[in-house]
């Protein structure tokens, strides 16, 4: 049985059901901030979490974000919207498998 995989676009800054499709594949390696959540039914084998402190992830997405054409209000939107899902996803470390620290 085949899988399907949300993805995002980043030109226009949303989400897109089913972006990724695969069927028949041994190995799939997914990525994502919300892999982790209790309600996502999803089956994996296996759950990683790189744990980076949330601020230095924010300031990265806020850099990324800028390249976006016509994404107004970076800074504002990565702070009331971004920051609110980083924290949910934190929470969310325990479920993963592993759990790799910064250096």
Request: hydrophobic letters at 45%; proline letters at 5%; aromatic letters at 8%.
């Amino acid at each position: 049985a085949g899988m399907a995989f949300p993805g995002f676009d980043h030109a226009a800054a949303d989400p897109v059901a089913a972006k990724h499709q695969y069927e028949g594949e041994e190995v799939v390696i997914v990525e994502g901030l919300y892999l982790l959540l209790p309600d996502w039914n999803l089956s994996f084998d296996y759950g990683v979490y790189i744990d980076e402190p949330i601020d230095v992830c924010l300031a990265r997405l806020k850099v990324r974000n800028r390249e976006i054409p016509g994404l107004e209000d970076v800074d504002a939107r990565v702070e009331e919207v971004d920051r609110a899902n980083a924290v949910v996803v934190e929470g969310c470390k325990g479920r993963a498998d592993c759990v790799v620290k910064r250096a």
